[in-house]
């Protein structure tokens, strides 16, 4: 059976058939580092990073994340702050690395920065206006979305309903308020480039569509984002690349990933809830974050609140701690397959909510196995889904032993049990029913059988 997509585009679940299983292409709209990265922008970075580890056990992807490093906010901020705008730019690229590492997000096989393609962006531009699809106006280039008969498909929505919802600048040197900037004239104390145009800066959307093209191709198979990049910069993207390369299809598929809410408010820096990623993970593991991010299917809303993320470090716990009883080695994992109906849940749309309760019945499987090869080939297959996942990497000692402080370590467990079937053997009932009490009130359920006293974490 093929992947299944949701199309932004076609407004439906579709067959994911790319044109070259050889070379699968995705392209993901990425950071602009001029701050630390917040739980919303994480939610993108973790769902993409999941459709490429599934699309990895197909095909041989490329997938590229770019880097926005010139853009006006980051500009404000150099200004704000009194630093150079390459300090701005280079302290948070490097934030974005190690919050997205945190949370289990590999790499992207490309990651270009936008100031590393001007030359190709203004190819791009000068190609546009020679298709009678772009114009100059006071020092600016803009794209003249009249020229472009389907603008507005990917949104659904017509012109007029799209400029009332989004930000659209209305400028005098505008033919009409729609059209969007492709090049802006820069002064001394901004970033800018030498162009025919003046000295000045590429407009946002102009950069995605230039770095996509160079390193993937005019045509890609995938383009993923938030849905809020829907409009303006996705339809941006669109009309700009398809008329720079004489009518021909910029991306086959468009998902889009839904929005994060705090505590059932949107996050927004006038409510002041935006939660960043790096001060989460001073209170949370990073796994955790991870499995909050993916507790809800990527395109619908996710209600970030602190029973969500409570939960999620309760789900690791649970998961944790089946593999602790028989912690498999790396060489039986790499050889281990995921499970049917968890591969089946991740195929059909990225249904991470599914591939999780599947996950939680081979860890309570493995809680009840008694045959030891059994057990070992049922945690392998756990560690496997959870690889693909991005969880279930850690040793499961350590993943205990760095939550020492909500629950106790094996050892102390072990130490509790052998008093308890000291106390047992000696009939001391009571006692042993009150280590038995104490272990559960520290999230440690004993289950006595015939081959012995076995503990786990508590569901």
Known sequence: ??????????????????????????YVCGPTVYNFAHIGNARPAVVFDVLARLLRRRYHLVYARNITDVDDKINQAAKETGQPISAITERFAEAYHEDMAALGVLPPDIEP????????????????IEA???????????????????????????????????????????????????????????????????????GWHLECSAMSETHLGETIDIHGGGQDLMFPHHENEIAQSTCAHGGRQFARYWVHNGFLNVEHEKMSKSLGNVLLVRELLERWPGEAVRVALLSAHYRQPLDWTEELITESRRKLDRLYGALRTAPPSADEVAAAQPAADFLAALEDDL??????????????????????????????????????????????????????????????????????????????????????DELEARGIVIEDGPDGTRWRVAS
């Open 132 to 202: 009678g699809c772009a114009y100059e106006a006071e020092g600016h280039v803009l794209f003249d979305v009249a020229a472009y008969e389907a603008y507005g498909a990917l949104s659904g929505r017509n012109l007029r309903e799209m400029i009332a919802g989004a930000r659209v600048e209305v400028a005098p040197y505008k033919k009409a308020a729609a059209d969007f900037v492709l090049w802006k004239p820069s002064t001394g104390d901004l970033p800018g480039w030498d162009s025919p145009w003046g000295r000045g800066r590429p």
């Open 351 to 436: 249904n991470t909510p599914r591939a999780m309760a599947a996950l939680f019945d081979i860890a309570r499987r493995l809680n009840k196995a008694e045959d030891e090869a059994e057990r070992r080939r049922l945690a392998a297959t756990l560690a496997a889904g959870g690889e693909m996942m991005g969880l279930l990497q850690q040793d499961p000692e350590r993943w205990f032993a760095a939550g020492a402080d909500e629950l106790p370590d094996a050892e102390t467990i072990e130490a509790l049990l052998e008093q308890r079937q000291a106390a047992r053997k000696a009939r001391d009932f009571a006692e042993a029913d009150r280590i038995r």
């Open 1 to 26: 059976m093929p992947i299944q997509l949701h199309d932004t585009m076609r407004g439906e679940k579709v067959p994911f058939e790319p044109r070259d299983p050889e070379r699968v292409t995705m």
């Open 113 to 128: 920065r936008a100031t590393a393609h001007i030359p190709q962006m203004l190819a791009m531009i000068e190609a546009l």
